[in-house]
């Protein structure tokens, strides 16, 4: 079983930018495909982006297109999320979660494992 780690988060000011990191403890994270979620207060949590196993295949959700980056380093087991141009809807929990299975998915339900999140606060 992989735990999954996330750390990066914390205030920003509307337009800023912010790179969350989900390290594995237990397990490589290279024989998985992984994924990002947020989840706002009151919210369900929402699909921003995934990454295939090696890298060169991302997804991402519409609203974040053009303004986050999801990559790995399998070197050091660490999935990122950059995002830029942040605005204070995108306030919540952020989780990262790893998928045994191939493919890119955006549905919770298709990823096996999850972090316990981290707070990222945009302020307007």
């Known amino acids: 079983q992989v735990q999954l780690v996330e750390s990066g988060g914390g205030l920003v000011q509307a337009g800023g930018s912010l790179r969350l990191s989900c390290a594995a403890n237990?397990?490589?994270?290279?024989?998985?495909?992984m994924g990002w979620f947020r989840q706002a207060p009151g919210k369900e949590r929402d699909f921003v982006a995934a990454?295939?196993?090696?890298?060169?295949?991302?997804y991402y959700a519409d609203s974040v297109k053009g303004r986050f980056t999801i990559s790995r380093d399998n070197t050091k087991n660490t999935v990122y999320l950059q995002m830029s141009s942040l605005k204070p809807q995108e306030t919540a929990v952020y989780y990262c979660?790893?998928?045994?299975?191939?493919?890119?998915?955006?549905?919770?339900?298709?990823?096996?494992?999850w972090g316990q999140g981290t707070q990222v606060t945009v302020s307007s």
């Open positions: 979660a790893a998928r045994i299975f191939a493919g890119l998915r955006s549905e919770q339900k298709e990823y096996n494992y």
């Open positions: 237990g397990r490589t994270l290279n024989r998985y495909n």
């Open positions: 990454i295939n196993w090696n890298g060169d295949n991302t």
